[in-house]
């Protein structure tokens, strides 16, 4: 029994002196001062730019903390290779230094909260220190960068191309108002000199759709202002007047469409040729008889297809001078 109750103490004092081991090393380890605070949770916001075929180390990324009982340092890419490519989901590890007086306590994702970037582990360093965040930010295919210039000659919208974009989102403006509905562009121009019918100030405003998700758009761009007179305004009305009337008549099987010079025709819109408006169905025939336009009506006569305007209907219904059936 002597023996076993000696086996007993000596492993009562192997543990003791284990123990004291472990925390003399958590010390060492972690070895800020007894009357240091603890820092129990850390928020980021990472934002920015990474360009494709940039070298790493290149980017244009700022990351921001919240409070003053911690600081940013610096960053480290974790991505294997030396330039970033379009496939890359880049992987840093964000390095944050504790203000004087301040430890990091942090052990569980639950107390890291990121803007602009998803958690992947922590550590700590340098006694406590130092935390070392691991993040992951959006793939490069799903970002998309801003339009650095945008310039607006006459009428002629031009930018700059924006990384990640497949294609742009165009408002074009007179004294600070959208005319019409934004335009989507597959190259970097447009030609916006039909709107400009009115003396006035005219601008662009443009942002760039991703390629891989249409949904994710860059920051708006505006352009500089160009203004008409009055008497520019007139001409470019005469300008769109003669562009309306362009094409031909042809007639098929008793109903008519009407040939762009392009050797399209005009679809689901409606279209002043030679002076009158006409109305054109999906498959660019031409509409005749009532027609409902959002809550308005109109009458489109029976065979040529005008649209009546100040006249009175043989049932006695009376349209405006705009074509608007008037309501008693």
Known sequence: MRHISNRRSWFMKACVTALLFTAFSALVAYGYEKNDKPIRSISLTVSGLIKVEEKFGEEELEVHTAGNKYSFDHYEVQNAGFRWSIEDTPELDIYLTASDGYYFRITKASQIRLNGASYKSARREDGAYTLVVRVTLPSLETQVGTVEEA?????????????????????????????????????????????????????????????????????????????????????????NAELQSAGEWIEEDGRWWFRLPDQSCVRSAWR??????????????????????????????????VMWKNATTEDGYHLGIDGVLQQN
């Open 272 to 305: 002043l040729i030679n002076g009158e408006w006409y109305l054109f169905d999906e498959n660019g025939w031409m509409r005749t008889g009532w027609y409902l336009d959002g809550d308005k009506w109109y009458y489109l006569d029976p065979e040529s297809g």
């Open 151 to 239: 310039v607006m000659e006459g009428g002629r919208c031009r930018w700059s191309e924006a990384i990640g974009a497949g294609s742009y989102e165009l408002k074009f403006m007179r004294n600070g108002t959208t005319l019409g509905a934004n335009q989507i562009i597959n190259g970097t121009s447009y030609d916006g000199s039909e709107f400009m019918t009115r003396g006035a100030s005219y601008h662009f405003k443009v942002r760039a759709i991703n390629a891989k998700d249409p949904s994710i758009k860059g920051h708006w761009t505006d352009s500089n202002q160009v203004s008409i007179t009055e008497a520019q305004a007139r001409e470019q009305k005469e300008r």
